[in-house]
């Protein structure tokens, strides 16, 4: 089954726009069609609401910028309300649900923030670590 156009256009203006503060009437009008059909076209084809895509979008916005992001260039809450998210406590739930971490988790670990990974010490190797020798 081919998506119809009013969900296509309807998509393309909530990623154009995802930074906007998006009202449901704003989409269905940039899609062409009244908010009735745009919701029922997107539970037919996509299996979710307008809203819920926008949702999903922005924090997949919010997550990318605090992946590439260090720690001391911005913070979780910048970001977070840059994307319409004003709410901290349901931001950082959905954004777990969907990514499995925390948003503060995310920009942490981000680029230049790698875990740090030491090898195990071998039973048979603790002298050696230890900087001594087998010699006696």
């Known amino acids: ?51 819920a895509m926008l949702r999903q979008v922005r924090l997949e916005r919010a997550h990318a910028e605090l992946s590439e992001r260090e720690p001391g260039d911005t913070t979780v809450t910048e970001v977070a309300v840059k994307y319409g998210f004003y709410h901290a406590h349901r931001f950082v739930q959905d954004y777990r649900k969907s990514f499995g971490q925390t948003p503060s988790e995310t920009l942490r670990f981000g680029p ?25």
């Not at 393309?12 to 726009?17: K, V």
């Not at 230049?112 to 006696?136: C, F, N, Q, V």
């Open 112 to 136: 230049g923030h790698r875990h740090i990974l030491r090898p195990p010490i071998l039973p048979s190797e603790p002298s050696k670590r230890a900087g001594t020798t087998d010699e006696t």
């Open 1 to 51: 089954m081919a998506v119809p156009k009013q969900v296509r256009r309807a998509e393309a203006h909530i990623r154009a726009r995802a930074e906007e503060p998006l009202k449901l009437a704003q989409i269905a009008k940039a899609a062409g069609c009244s908010i009735r059909a745009l919701q029922l076209a997107f539970r037919t084809f996509c299996g979710t609401t307008p809203m």
